[in-house]
């Protein structure tokens, strides 16, 4: 016996969401905007108002010194929007990226700020990015809130390198449990022993 699939329910779209035109209009890109209004011209296909964003940002767009730019665009003709580029990036290396080096049993917590060609050559990823075969010289830090550098005894920083293959890089939170800005930088930690 067969049993019926559940359809699933469709999503509501709100004042807030961010939604995308499935139609765009002659000869334009399809725009992505945040709902501002919500119009009840047609009860049954209510007109969204919008403000545009730009769709990798979510941050408005604007015309000039006239502010905002709107658009209104049917219900029925918009659906909800999720960034998949910026969501789904990959994370890579770059100078000022800190990372977690773990070897053996060995964990340091470092700040990269140099790539380094294993033959003493001039590595390419200063301009290109990292590509996967560079050193990584890092300046050790606490993993403690603040991340302060480690100091050799006579005051210099502690240096270390090491290969990408052995690095995790760190999320760093810099806002606090009410989401503010803070000027204390900590490292989000998961299951780790610090």
């Avoid at 977690?100 to 990015?129: A, M, N």
Wanted: hydrophobic share 30%; charged share 35%; net charge positive.
């Amino acid at each position: 016996m067969f049993k019926a699939k559940k359809k699933k329910k469709k999503k509501e779209i709100e004042i807030g969401d961010v939604i995308r035109e499935m139609v765009a209009q002659k000869g334009k890109k399809r725009r992505v905007g945040e709902v501002m209004m919500i119009l009840m011209d047609q009860p049954d296909d209510p007109s969204l108002e919008c403000v545009e964003v730009d769709p990798d940002e979510l941050t408005a767009k604007t015309k000039g010194s006239d502010g905002m730019k709107l658009f209104r665009v049917k219900k029925s003709r918009a659906k909800h929007y999720t960034p998949r580029k910026t969501l789904f990036k990959k994370k890579v290396f770059k100078k000022g990226t800190i990372i977690r080096h773990k070897r053996g049993t060995t964990i340091k917590y470092g700040q990269i700020v140099c790539f380094l060609h294993p033959d003493g050559l001039y590595s390419t990823s200063h301009e290109k990015g990292y590509n996967g075969k560079d050193l990584l010289e890092c300046v050790e830090i606490s993993p403690k809130p603040g991340l302060a550098q480690q100091m050799q005894a006579d005051g210099e920083p502690k240096r270390f390198t090491a290969h990408g293959k052995d690095c995790k890089i760190m999320d760093v939170i810099t806002t606090n449990a009410q989401g503010e800005e803070c000027t204390v930088r900590r490292l989000k930690v998961e299951e780790e022993q610090v």
